[in-house]
């Protein structure tokens, strides 16, 4: 009998609510979960809708979220996706309350209320929580050193989210992220390509581009997988300069990448500091069994050929 009511039980499907859902991230999850067969219900939010530093707001949205998904099954798994962040870095370091509202502040109302309706939550972070200063690529067990406000109020955020909901959440640092929507790096340099003869990119910081396409797909199995909570780090493979990945982008346009040419971060001060070496180790994603992510140029080459009307839009 037992057997034969398991036999019957239906198979444990995804609910998923995606704040930050007209961002870059955002909105590939959404357009990604709405199209994944276990997945029973994809709701995105963004402001207007909630404001996720208003308490109140995002409990009753959340309250009420649970609520429909339960009951239409208890089976359904929970799972609140955070994308949503203040990424104005410049613009941070003269209003860093208000980037710490949004990166801090709303994690920790949405781990409160995670808690509160038993859902787990996947918290978007940052490769700019470290100092920049490495030589090898960051372990997630590496020592943290913000050195602009974006990156200290992301750290807050990530601490927030571990202290409030230590055995139901995730944190995934990422960083370089390029894709159809929003505005980005690939997008500006194939502007500039059309536009310029010559481009001036700096070769002394080095990263890890990420496509979004490829994130959020990777986003969706950590989801499914549940693996244990902490934090990992979620990046294409391999690392490269700004000015290499734009050579590698007027490839991917049929330009000649020998119109790109390199200098150093002098040439482009800026208010806050950004990290000249931001690589994340792939090891605790590795070693949690789940998808491992393809190398940067690989990831690049499949972004255009997917979507590569939308990269190359001025």
Avoid at 1 to 11: D, I, L, N
Avoid at 103 to 119: D, R, Y
Avoid at 185 to 211: C, H, I, N, Y
Avoid at 244 to 257: C, M, N, V, Y
Wanted: with cysteine; glycine share 8%; hydrophobic share 40%.
């Amino acid at each position: 009998m037992v057997a034969a009511a398991e036999g019957r039980r239906r198979p444990v499907s995804l609910a998923l609510l995606i704040t930050g859902a007209t961002g870059q991230v955002g909105s590939e999850l959404v357009r990604q979960a709405r199209q994944a067969p276990d997945v029973a219900f994809a709701r995105g939010i963004a402001r207007p809708e909630v404001d996720l530093t208003d308490p109140f707001a995002v409990r009753d949205t959340v309250e009420e979220w649970a609520r429909v998904v339960r009951s239409d099954s208890a089976a359904h798994r929970l799972v609140v996706l955070n994308t949503k962040a203040y990424t104005a870095v410049d613009a941070a370091e003269d209003d860093e309350d208000a980037a710490y509202a949004v990166n801090a502040g709303a994690p920790a109302v949405l781990a409160t209320a995670c808690g509160s309706v038993g859902a787990q939550l996947l918290h978007l972070s940052t490769d700019y929580v470290f100092p920049g200063d490495a030589s090898v690529p960051y372990e997630v067990t590496d020592q943290t050193g913000p050195r602009s406000a974006y990156g200290r109020t992301k750290l807050a955020g990530e601490h927030a989210v571990q202290e409030l909901l230590p055995d139901a959440s995730w944190v995934v640092r990422t960083g370089w992220l390029y894709g159809a929507g929003g505005a980005n790096f690939v997008k500006t340099m194939a502007s500039l390509e059309q536009s310029r003869e010559t481009v001036s990119v700096v070769d002394d910081q080095v990263g890890g581009p990420t496509w979004v396409g490829e994130l959020a797909d990777r986003l969706l199995a950590l989801a499914r997988t549940s693996p244990t909570p902490g934090i990992y780090h979620g990046t294409n493979r391999g690392e490269v300069s700004w000015y290499g990945f734009t050579k590698a982008i007027f490839e991917e346009l049929g330009a000649d990448p020998e119109r790109v040419l390199p200098t150093d971060s002098s040439a482009f001060v800026r208010p806050a500091p950004r990290p000249a070496y931001s690589v994340l180790s792939p090891a605790a994603w590795d070693g949690a069994g789940l998808p491992p992510f393809s190398g940067w140029r690989e990831a690049l080459a499949e972004a255009f050929r997917v979507e590569g009307d939308a990269l190359r839009a001025s």
